[in-house]
């Protein structure tokens, strides 16, 4: 079956430009939730989306905010980006307890 | 403040040997674990998962125990094999809060010498 897809792969962005990242879960997985992996602070929780709704949300500024449609498919949207961002964005679908992460996406804040 | 610690941040193990991966938390309200492993530039890899409610749990090489007393869990890898090389990283979730996310530790970057 097909896993969790990220796109894109890789993104060059300028300070104070927008993003936005897509993921689309595992086929059946209503479950969405996205993290931020930077080699200072690890894996950290941004926000976790059911049936379109945002369930949960970490530690993060405003300027970090996600979306989930009706088929499942999220999409997670940084704005005014600072250098601080550039960082590997992992997207995970989930059924139950038990998370399948994507490939990532890999943003670099030039 | 870090509810997930894997104090060691890197660990080399000869091949056929057993590697044996720590983590350790604060939160005692943690009751689901799981191992994922990590190679750079891809997403963590599920591995195995351990409930609060047992202290063993076993797949293939992989077994991971639970001390809950000691608020403590360790991975091992049996016998360890050049492609195990890679960050584990231990993460845990309160299933009872409601609050759908992982906690993760920083991870423990694996060394497999053939």
């Known amino acids: 079956k097909a896993g969790v897809t990220q796109t894109p792969r890789y993104l060059i962005k300028t300070r104070g430009q927008q993003v936005t990242l897509s993921c689309s879960p595992i086929?059946?997985?209503?479950?969405v939730s996205w993290y931020q992996q930077t080699p200072g602070q690890g894996l950290q929780f941004l926000f976790e989306?059911?049936?379109?709704?945002?369930?949960n949300k970490g530690n993060f500024p405003g300027r970090f905010s996600g979306r989930q449609f009706s088929n499942s498919r999220s999409e997670m949207n940084v704005s005014t980006l600072e250098l601080g961002d550039s960082a590997l964005y992992l997207c995970?679908?989930?059924?139950?307890?038990?998370?399948?992460f994507g490939s990532g996406t890999r943003l670099t804040v030039v | 403040d870090q509810q997930v610690k894997q104090n060691s941040p890197s660990l080399s193990v000869q091949e056929g040997r057993i590697s044996i991966l720590n983590c350790d938390y604060t939160?005692?309200?943690?009751?689901?674990f799981l191992w994922y492993k990590k190679y750079p530039a891809e997403g963590p890899t599920f591995l195995i998962s351990?409930?609060?409610?047992?202290d063993k749990n076993e797949d293939g090489r992989f077994t991971v125990f639970l001390n809950k007393s000691a608020k403590h869990l360790s991975l091992h890898i049996v016998p360890s094999q050049p492609g195990d090389s890679a960050v584990y990283f231990c993460?845990?979730?309160?299933?009872?809060?409601?609050?759908?996310?992982?906690?993760f530790g920083k991870g423990t970057k694996l060394s497999v010498i053939p």
């Open positions: 993460a845990a979730s309160d299933s009872g809060a409601g609050s759908y996310q992982l906690t």
């Open positions: 351990i409930s609060s409610i047992k």
């Open positions: 989306y059911f049936s379109e709704t945002q369930r």
């Open positions: 939160n005692s309200m943690f009751d689901y």
């Open positions: 995970a679908s989930s059924l139950g307890y038990d998370y399948t």
């Open positions: 086929s059946g997985h209503r479950s």
